[in-house]
């Protein structure tokens, strides 16, 4: 499968994103999918995930109650809205997904990644 990020721009603190990953060749309700970021100078980090046929959902700590992952199945796509955006949320989001199984933090886990939406919050 084939990943594409998209969505991402300069907001200000305060302002809401919404993030699509677009998913081509198999449905992507069969997959696991994460979505991680990385600001500069740091390691990618798990931000949440979904696992397949729209099951349980999992969140950092850091973005838990500001953040939804959520699916469209008759576009293919995962969404990541993103509301409460702190400047700390500035990086470069990546989807990622994984064939079946857990929901798993570690970026070693996931098997595709899209190409990176560079989401940048001011103040």
């Known amino acids: 499968v084939q990943l594409q990020a998209s969505g991402g721009g300069l907001v200000q603190a305060g302002d809401s994103l919404r993030l699509s990953c677009a998913a081509s060749g198999r449905p992507f309700s069969s997959y696991v999918v994460g979505w991680f970021r990385q600001a500069p100078g740091k390691e990618r980090e798990f931000v949440c995930g979904e696992r397949s046929g729209g099951g349980t959902t999992y969140y950092a700590d850091s973005v838990k109650g500001r953040f939804t992952i959520s699916r469209d199945n008759a576009k293919n796509t995962v969404d990541l809205q993103m509301n409460s955006l702190k400047l700390e949320d500035t990086a470069v989001y990546y989807c990622?997904?994984?064939?079946?199984?857990?929901?798993?933090?570690?970026?070693?886990?996931?098997?595709?990644w899209g190409q990176g939406t560079q989401v940048t919050v001011s103040s």
């Open positions: 990622a997904a994984k064939s079946s199984g857990s929901v798993f933090t570690t970026t070693s886990m996931y098997d595709y």
